[in-house]
């Protein structure tokens, strides 16, 4: 089996199956470097999601028209060859949907009724091809729900306290709402910090056990859930522990949600803002 040790790599070798589409990140802060450098290959349309009004994103190389903050990385033109920004615009919550959730008990631990901001950004890579980022300033469980489908769910270093969601991720109730949008074949990465409201035994415990190494060593067993196989393929750098991945396949392959192809683009209505000088 492929392992995958991406630590100080460029990009990150997955399985051939895993569906081309969205990334989503919940409680992002500004950790958005490794995501993009490494995962946009196998990303359509990333969906960062940070509750405050912060620059998630890296230095870009191209862009002239944003000051170059030297505490930040910088994706260079190696990989990303333009950036088109377009003005923040509101997003638009369905409160029915969180209704829905608060019916199972699941609360959006931050969402305050307030529209939130969107700022989207497309980026034009070296072979032509356009990837959307859209950082959204907003409770990370209130964008999830405006999501249908999901090819890489990412979650690292988010906690009970010091600015963390204390949203419970993998609490069964909301794991599975994960699970329901995760195509098949698609991608969690996490260190697991989120676990802490689970109980101690779930299958999917091996997301925090913290046990494997950074070279790939003792990586957790793989398990089955929810008509799922996990398997762990790999680390991708650190987290609280290490941050695995873990390729999720159903078993009951009739059950399979639609193909990345099918996907629903998120939907937006912009206007041109602004176009970097190459
Ligand atoms: C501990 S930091 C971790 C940031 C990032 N995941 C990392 O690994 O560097 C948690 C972040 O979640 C954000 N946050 C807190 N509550 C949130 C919520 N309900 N929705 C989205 N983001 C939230 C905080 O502002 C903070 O930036």
Not at 152 to 157: D, E, M, Q, S, V
Not at 159 to 177: H, M, T
Not at 206 to 229: H, V
Request: aromatic share 14%; net charge neutral; hydrophobic share 35%.
């Amino acid at each position: 089996m492929t392992r995958n040790i991406i630590r100080n790599r460029l990009s990150c070798e997955l399985p051939p199956d895993v569906p081309y589409g969205v990334l989503f990140y919940p409680c992002v802060g500004r950790d958005t470097y490794y995501p993009i450098r490494c995962l946009i290959e196998y990303v359509s349309d990333f969906h960062f999601v940070e509750i405050m009004d912060i620059n998630m994103l890296p230095n870009f190389e191209c862009r002239k028209d944003i000051e170059y903050d030297p505490n930040r990385k910088t994706i260079h033109f190696d990989l990303v060859k333009n950036v088109v920004s377009f003005p923040p615009y509101d997003d638009n919550i369905d409160e029915e949907k969180l209704t829905q959730l608060r019916l199972k008990f699941i609360k959006p631990e931050g969402y305050t009724g307030k529209r939130g901001k969107i700022y989207k950004h497309e980026l034009m890579l070296v072979d032509n091809r356009i990837v959307n980022v859209y950082c959204h300033v907003q409770d990370g469980l209130a964008v999830f729900t405006s999501l249908e489908n999901i090819s890489i769910f990412f979650l690292r270093r988010d906690s009970l306290g010091e600015g963390g969601s204390g949203q419970g991720w993998f609490q069964e109730e909301i794991f599975k709402l994960i699970l329901d949008k995760l195509l098949d074949g698609g991608i969690i990465v996490t260190d697991g910090s989120s676990g802490y409201f689970t109980k101690p035994d779930v299958p999917w415990k091996g997301f925090w056990e913290k046990k494997a190494d950074d070279k790939g060593n003792n990586l957790p067993k793989d398990f089955t859930y929810y008509g799922r196989n996990f398997k762990c393929i790999g680390i991708f750098g650190p987290g609280s522990g290490p941050t695995l991945i873990w390729q999720v396949k159903r078993i009951q392959k009739d059950l399979i949600t639609p193909s990345a192809n099918e996907i629903p683009k998120f939907k937006t209505n912009l206007t041109y803002f602004s176009k970097s000088k190459m």
